[in-house]
């Protein structure tokens, strides 16, 4: 079964730091790229960072320029994110989600690729407060 | 960024009814739209991908459409298990966005 945990999760006063983990089984995780999704309390879902399959290239909201970093390790089938000078804004639960893709390799004259999130592990609370 | 707008924020429904749920985007995003279903305390959980393409387990009462800039997913008739959020979201261009979210209640 595909399976993705979080932990690491916790309170932290503002300013504060965290590394929260996201462990995947199941599938082949050095094949995936992986993102970290987050959603306020009563609010929706916000993206929040990715990171390729080899770790070679990321990418981040503009709310974690600065603050946020991904990283992953392969051998232990595990993707990070460091978040630096938390505020209480970035209170949420945060998922990583595998992304998958798919192909309408058929279509002329080119095919197109879509890509989606379509393993979601159950979320890490983080709270910012003092 | 691109934003994508859901409408209704909230419905009532009944078990058996027929629900349509919009999803505008501010620019033209092709058919790279993703629909999540997400039930209280839950993760979200993939239902459509590329606008109307049904994730392998999801019942076919599930349905997408749409293209450019509109959207609509369909439960064409609502199961008691259906009662949840449901979010679009884009992937045509980072920061992927998501709708603010659809609320489906028991009326």
């Avoid at chain 1, 992304?99 to 890509?115: N, T």
């Avoid at chain 2, 959207?71 to 709708?99: K, M, V």
Wanted: glycine share 10%; proline share 4%; aromatic share 12%.
């Amino acid at each position: 079964e595909m399976q993705l945990v979080e932990s690491g999760g916790g309170f932290v006063q503002p300013g504060g730091s965290l590394t929260i983990s996201c462990a995947a089984s199941g599938f082949t995780f050095s094949s995936f790229e992986m993102h970290w999704v987050r959603q306020a309390p009563g609010k929706g879902l916000v993206w929040v960072a990715r990171i390729k399959s080899d770790g070679t290239n990321t990418g981040l909201a503009d709310f974690g320029q600065g603050r946020f970093a991904i990283s992953r390790d392969n051998a232990m089938n595990t993707v990070f994110l460091r978040m630096d000078n938390l505020s209480p804004e970035d209170t949420a639960v945060y998922y990583c989600a595998r992304r998958q893709s798919y192909s309408d390799i058929w279509r002329a004259p080119a095919p197109r690729y879509f890509y989606f999130m379509d393993v979601w592990g159950k979320g890490t609370t983080v709270a910012v407060s003092a | 960024d691109i934003q994508m707008t859901q409408s209704p924020s909230s419905l009532s429904a009944s078990v058996g009814d027929r629900v349509t749920i919009a999803c505008r985007a501010s620019q033209n995003i092709g058919t790279y739209v993703n629909w999540y279903q997400q039930k209280v305390g839950a993760a979200p959980k993939l239902l459509i991908y590329a606008a109307s393409t049904l994730e392998n387990g999801v019942p076919s009462r599930f349905s997408g459409s749409g293209s450019g800039t509109d959207f609509t997913l369909t439960i064409s008739r609502l199961q008691p298990e259906d009662f949840a959020t449901y979010h679009c979201q884009q992937s045509s261009t980072f920061p992927w966005t998501f709708g603010q979210g659809t609320k489906v209640e028991i009326k």
